[in-house]
């Protein structure tokens, strides 16, 4: 029986989001938001995902880190979006999501530095 991990299935279902809203926002001509918010906020559960077969407990918080960073960014790109005049805003949904990770993020790396 597979065991689920909340934080990878949670990055999974943010990046599908990123990659509709991205849709939204290169329809609407808005190219380069577009493209900086489709790697960074896709990135955030590859980097989870990586962090999941790290040999080495050090790796692993690093990965995990890299990951909190790149949602620290995407995070960024929502709110000039939600800002800036002409463009769509972002779905209501995304910012809990964007939370509920970086704070799981936040909660596994604590525990996993703890752990030494």
Not at 39 to 58: P, V, W
Request: glycine share 2%; charged share 30%; net charge positive.
């Amino acid at each position: 029986m597979e065991r689920k991990n909340e934080v990878l299935d949670l990055s999974f279902g943010f990046a599908l989001e990123i990659i509709e809203y991205s849709e939204l926002l290169e329809s609407n001509r808005k190219y380069v938001i577009a493209r900086q918010l489709l790697k960074s906020g896709t990135s955030i559960g590859a980097n989870i995902r990586e962090a999941q077969s790290c040999e080495t407990r050090a790796d692993f918080i690093h990965k995990l880190k890299i990951a909190h960073k790149e949602a620290e960014e995407t995070d960024y790109w929502l709110l000039l979006c939600k800002k800036a005049k002409n463009y769509p805003s972002p779905p209501i949904t995304m910012k809990p999501m964007m939370l509920s990770i970086e704070k799981l993020l936040n909660k596994i790396i604590a525990t996993a530095k703890s752990k030494k």
